[in-house]
């Protein structure tokens, strides 16, 4: 391993930071189980002058789709869920799912599996305007949530999942790939196969015994000091963003009653390590198992069915070389990928542009964080990544 190479991460940081592509980030690389390097810039609060630091916080957004994986395959594991199984064996308002075609709504002819929420083939996206079917959901998401969670704060998981049923979807289930909300479905079908609160399960499964003491659903006035401001980018500058987006609170201070399997938690840089390593070490971390080696190795080794795979390659272009499965991307063919990597590479990015690699194959580890809007998977991210794998 070339760690002398590595010095190179702090440069593309710094260069981001100067150049107003982000407010503030922090990077923490472990190989074999030891820690490569840590990498910080820039400012968690811009105004107030706040460092970036290692215990900074932030929203996760859809980085939080890999944990609710997670919390799904341990279920698995115990038998209380089936891949194959009915979404509606568990949340019975599903079984009136219907479909929207060209404005017209009919019964669809296959219900929606667990795997469909898994791979993103339930046929709900996150709203659009493509037809009357997607201009509701649309405002159900960017309307109602968003206020909800700022005023009443009623709107539980499972009453999410619930009204969802009620919209319909865009395709069959299972005949199409459309990322959207169906983690957050997933995280209310985890609920009710387990009767507990998704927070409560995470936290007796999950955050606990990883002692990831940072990451949560909120975060409580003590650590607020700590939680990085969201910022977006115009005209070439960043500013103050301080609306709510997808239900998901922007300060993050109240505990909320919809805790978003898609989008909801935050986190730090060495909680979400933690996570990560626990992967890579195929279920187990500090004396503790949270999945079985099989189950890991499930979660690098899935891979999209062809024809679904021609879809997600249409829609998801920027992630040529790979596939989506258990809400994760999933390195296929390194050699089709705009950025080095490994086959069976796999992890996840948010909105505000924090990324997660686990590679079996090399034993890596990488965890990036950050707080702007419209990001995804950042071109200071790719630099950092190519960084990464060229000083193998």
Known sequence: ???????????????????????????????????????????????????FKRNTICRLFSM?????????????????????????????????????INDKIQKSQRPILIKDLLNMTSGFSYGSDLNVA??????????????????????????FAKKVAQIPVSFEPGTDYQYGISA??????????????????????????LGMNDTDFYVPKEK?????????????????????????????????????????????????MKFCLMLVNKGFFDGKRILQEKTVEFLSNSKLSDNLQKCFDKKMEHLQGYTYCNLNRVCIDKGKTSIFTENGEFGWD??????????????????YLQQITNSGTTSTMRKIKNIIYSSL
């Open 224 to 272: 607020q000091n700590r939680l990085a401001k969201i910022y977006e980018i115009s005209e070439r500058k960043l500013k103050l963003f301080t609306k709510c987006n997808l239900g998901i609170q922007n300060k993050m201070e109240l505990i909320p009653s919809f805790e978003s399997g898609g989008a909801g938690l935050n986190s730090t840089v060495d909680d979400y």
């Open 350 to 367: 948010g909105w505000l542009g924090p990324y997660m690699s686990v590679d079996l194959k090399n034993d890596l580890t990488i965890v």
């Open 134 to 159: 997607e201009k509701e959901l649309s405002i159900f998401i960017n309307e109602f949530l968003n206020e909800n969670v700022v005023t009443k704060n009623d709107f539980t998981t499972l009453d």
């Open 64 to 100: 939080t789709k890999p944990v609710t994986a997670v919390a799904t395959m341990i279920l698995v594991e115990k038998g209380i869920i089936d891949l194959w199984q009915n979404v509606s064996d568990f949340i019975p308002e599903f079984n009136n799912l219907k479909i929207c």
């Open 1 to 51: 391993m070339n760690i002398y190479n590595l010095k190179n991460i702090q440069n593309v940081m710094d260069n981001s930071v100067k150049n107003n592509f982000v407010s503030g980030c922090n990077c923490l690389i472990f190989k074999n189980n030891k820690e490569l390097g840590y990498f910080e810039s820039g400012f968690l609060d811009i105004e107030n002058k706040i460092p």
């Open 184 to 209: 957050d479905i997933l995280a209310a079908v985890v609920e009710v196969a387990s009767g507990m609160k998704y927070s409560d399960f995470l936290k007796k499964n999950i955050f606990e015994p």
